[in-house]
């Protein structure tokens, strides 16, 4: 906890590691993911809470575990506990069958299960149980994602008083694919609830007021900037865009590490005279790999001179391998990478090094640093944090970011990445071939640029700015708990 006993209690559905059993006990993993690498290191260099699930289902005997994660990490970490039943209906039901498809448009995998309802509302609440049990009046509630919309009414229904601000990580939809969702008039109503809700980009905020100006017209907004203020209830809160970001500094720095360096070369070592292509993403249908995949075999076939020339890295992240759809989407993924493969080997060449495993942090950076082209060609994204990585990791500057048009990055980065419609292969194929040749100077130029937007508006920037607009207070009012801590941006 800070000094002055005043912190910042992070909620998401998830805490920011796993625990995974095995024959020689439970061992405790680091988590991953865009939430963990933009909130973390706020929490540890400022000290706080984080609050979340564990991943399993039931209660296990983890206090041990839990006070060394808490050490390592820097903050105290409280997991809520979940029931086999709440995971299959709130989880997997509700938050990964009904909103996370509505959200990226994709409404035809949508289960609109009655059930799923109920659970979603009684999770939120154990949710509430915890909050009111880890914080005082004086800290700042942060609520993460799709999750847990209805924490900040739940409190309110509970007689619970706490600042609170909620934070959209994924795309909101247009009016047209909201109005599907049979409760849609309940979750704007308890977004209503925060004292302010951010929104990754403009264009998502823009849909998020349509729909409150819609269903729910006893709500008043007004103004205009990064800011808007409204009324609801009898109460003011706030309505705001903060595009998250990464630790720029952290990542550049050890990108430029010795460790980093020694693993990059022996990488390059392996693709000798070859641009190397990275594609890193988790295996979700978002995420447009089959798409890309096809992308990068038309552009084989239509570029001759791609061949042995390019290799495409492709990192696959497993998630949620037990659901019948993921399965589903990792058999076409192995089915196209070896089709391709299969197509267009020669001696000495393969198109595609196809990894499906997580990277540490030495890998992943050290892929960062040998590529000359990243494709981040997601169908829909809150954000994506891979292309921010890529670009503070290219400490060289000779690397070509190509980014989907749909990644929320794209409001930030479309003036020097190489922009493109991902299901359009003949678009994408053209946006490698041009990213193949284009010269250093050029490469540079772009790059430098990037960097330095990045660089700007830095995970810190973003914590200051959500802040700010939650009760007008920087990151400097949650005291230091550490000596080395990078100065808050002015």
């Known amino acids: 906890m800070s000094a002055s006993g005043k912190k910042i209690v992070a909620v998401s559905n998830r805490l920011p590691i796993t625990i995974k059993k095995t024959e020689s006990g439970l061992r405790m993993k680091p988590g991953a993911g865009g939430l963990v690498t933009a909130l973390a290191p706020v929490l540890r260099n400022r000290g706080g809470t984080w609050i979340g699930w564990l991943g399993h289902s ?85 609520v993460h994602d799709y999750h847990l919309t209805h924490l900040a009414s739940e409190l309110r229904k509970l007689g ?19 109005l599907r969702l049979p409760w849609r008039r309940q979750i704007l109503e308890a977004m209503l609830e925060y004292d302010l809700v951010g929104f990754q980009t403009l264009r998502d905020r823009r849909h998020f007021v349509q729909c409150v100006q819609s ?40 990108a430029a590490s010795e460790t980093v360096s020694t693993t990059a070369w022996y990488l390059h070592e392996a693709l000798p005279e070859k641009q190397v ?42 998630s949620r391998e037990d659901v019948e759809e993921y399965k589903a989407l990792k058999a076409e993924i192995d ?14 060449w393969v198109p595609i090094h196809y990894l499906y495993r ?48 749909f990644a929320g990055a794209a409001a930030q980065l479309h003036r020097w990445a190489l922009m493109v419609n991902p299901y359009d292969v003949i678009n994408v194929s053209n946006a490698i071939y041009q990213a193949f040749t284009m010269q250093r100077k050029e490469r540079r130029s772009r790059m430098s640029r990037m960097r330095a937007s990045i660089r700007k508006q830095d995970i810190f920037w973003w914590v200051n700015s959500f802040l700010q607009a939650a009760f007008s207070s920087k990151l400097e009012a949650f005291p230091l708990v550490i000596e080395d801590y990078i100065p808050a941006r002015q």
């Open 358 to 405: 997580s990277l540490d942090r030495t890998e992943l950076l050290a892929y960062y640093r040998l590529a000359e082209i990243a494709l981040v060609t997601p169908l829909k994204d809150g954000m994506n944090l891979v292309c921010k990585e890529y670009c503070a990791c290219n400490i060289e500057g000779k690397g070509v970011l190509v980014l989907s048009e």
């Open 277 to 318: 292509i990275l594609g890193i993403d988790r295996l979700d249908y978002t995420k447009g790999i089959p798409e890309r995949l096809w992308a990068f075999e038309t552009a084989l076939e239509r570029f001759p001179d791609l061949r042995e020339k390019v290799t495409l890295v492709q990192v696959v992240v497993p």
């Open 215 to 254: 269903l729910v017209p006893s709500a008043r907004i007004r103004g205009r900037g990064q800011v808007l203020k409204a009324t609801y209830n009898g109460r003011q809160l706030r309505i705001g865009t903060f595009p998250i970001s990464i630790d720029y500094r952290a990542f550049a720095t050890d």
């Open 160 to 178: 619970i008083k706490r600042r609170t601000g909620f934070f959209l990580h994924i795309p909101f939809p247009t009016l047209d694919i909201f």
């Open 58 to 142: 039931g209660r296990l005997e983890l206090d041990e575990l839990l006070d060394q994660a808490s050490r390592e990490t820097g903050y105290e970490l409280y997991p809520v506990w979940l029931t086999k039943e709440e995971v299959d209906n709130y989880y997997h039901g509700f938050s990964n069958e009904v909103l996370w498809p509505l959200y990226h448009d994709l409404q035809t995998r949508c289960r609109f299960e009655p059930r799923y309802w109920d659970y979603y509302l009684t999770v939120n609440k154990k949710f509430a149980r915890a909050v009111e049990s880890k914080s005082t009046e004086e800290d700042f509630i942060w």
């Open 335 to 348: 089915g196209l990478v070896g089709k391709i493969n299969g197509r267009f080997t020669s001696s000495g």
